[in-house]
């Protein structure tokens, strides 16, 4: 090995003389860092990118996300790695063990204002890479009997882990049709747990946060009748008043073959970065994520649901200036 460096050495160096051409070494130097030309192979930055459980939409896309943006010409060796959900993910990057991570756009906010999960403890050393598609507010029960959520008074219902993100969200629209935790038996499961729950008859509702369709609500369905709960475009539009991290959703009767369709809130599922990542890196992660949704669209289903204006309209929180570059070049404006 080592005689095959120094011959090869040796002829770039008989070359540069005759001015052939360049030689390049195995790293860039400080002005060619990849940006806009997507980086080389010899320059590749590693990004550890943490998603979530490995039976969530979190993992499976974040492992598509990844793998196109490594196998591509970008420059980047992106790992993605299971995590334990937005508020864990945050965590992640302020410990320095992910680079990048996956977020619920409520929590996102709730760490940089420092608020609820985050209450008093502020943590701003992270910034917007992109919105990818939304995560909706699901009440699922196997009682035909609970048809709006002011129908959960009395009952038991999981409401999320505590101090998850789906519970703040259980809290949130519970808030807006006046009720608390204090009018509801609240348990406090995770998705998995909840549709266990529900099959054995031992919680009569639970409060789902992701992007429908949901394996927890689709396995249930197999084994038993099961509805979701909507909400009324009047609460619908009072909770978003109050808290605009959340949009209007509406889930399609086929989705789980349901008799018509839901209608309910959602926040997105965001990508966000740790502030210290390269602008070069973030750029061409950006690049490669829509890039990946021209080329690689049935990776995944839902890069269908990919939007460009969409995934620069986080206000909450600053882009990364790697993002905020890669969509100035499409002639979209970060923060609508």
């Known amino acids: 090995m080592k005689k095959t460096k120094i011959v090869a050495a040796a002829a770039c160096a008989a070359l540069l003389a005759l001015g052939l051409f360049g030689c390049g070494g195995g790293n860039a130097s400080s002005g060619d860092k990849g940006g806009s030309d997507a980086g080389s192979k010899a320059t590749t930055e590693n990004l550890r990118f943490v998603t979530g459980g490995e039976s969530g939409t979190y993992y499976a896309y974040g492992n598509v996300l990844g793998q196109y943006a490594t196998n591509g010409d970008y420059g980047l060796n992106v790992s993605a790695l299971s995590g334990n959900g937005s508020q864990a993910n945050i965590q992640a990057l302020e410990d320095d063990d992910a680079d990048i991570a996956f977020c619920q756009s409520d ?21 917007i890479v992109a919105d990818l598609y939304q995560e909706q507010v699901q009440i699922v029960t196997c009682d035909p009997s609970i ?26 629209v519970l808030g807006v049709y006046d009720l608390t935790l204090d009018d509801i038996n609240p348990v406090y499961q995770s998705f998995a747990d ?27 369905s197999t084994t038993k009748t099961a509805y979701l709960v909507s909400m009324d475009d009047a609460h619908v539009d009072e909770l978003m008043a109050i808290s605009p991290y959340y949009s209007k959703a509406v889930i399609p009767a086929d989705t789980y073959g349901l008799e018509g369709p839901t209608t309910t809130v959602s926040v997105g599922a965001v990508i966000i970065a740790n502030n210290s990542v390269s602008e070069d890196a973030i750029y ?16 995944h ?30 002639d979209v404006t970060v923060g609508k």
């Open 284 to 299: 061409n992660f950006t690049k490669s994520i829509f890039e990946g949704a021209d080329n690689n669209a049935d990776a």
């Open 301 to 330: 289903a839902k890069y269908k649901e990919l939007v460009i204006e969409d995934a620069a309209g986080i206000t909450s929180v600053p882009y990364h200036p790697g993002a905020a570059k890669y969509y100035e070049e499409q």
């Open 194 to 220: 909840s549709a266990d729950s529900l099959k054995d008859n031992k919680i009569d509702a639970a409060f789902i946060v992701a992007g429908a369709p949901t394996t927890a609500i689709t396995d249930l």
């Open 147 to 172: 048809k709006t959520v002011a129908d959960l008074a009395g009952k038991t219902v999981s409401v999320g882990a505590a101090g998850s993100g789906v519970y703040f969200n259980a809290l949130d």
């Open 107 to 127: 929590v996102l906010a709730y760490a940089y204002d420092g608020t609820n999960l985050f209450e008093g403890t502020p943590y701003e050393d992270f910034s």
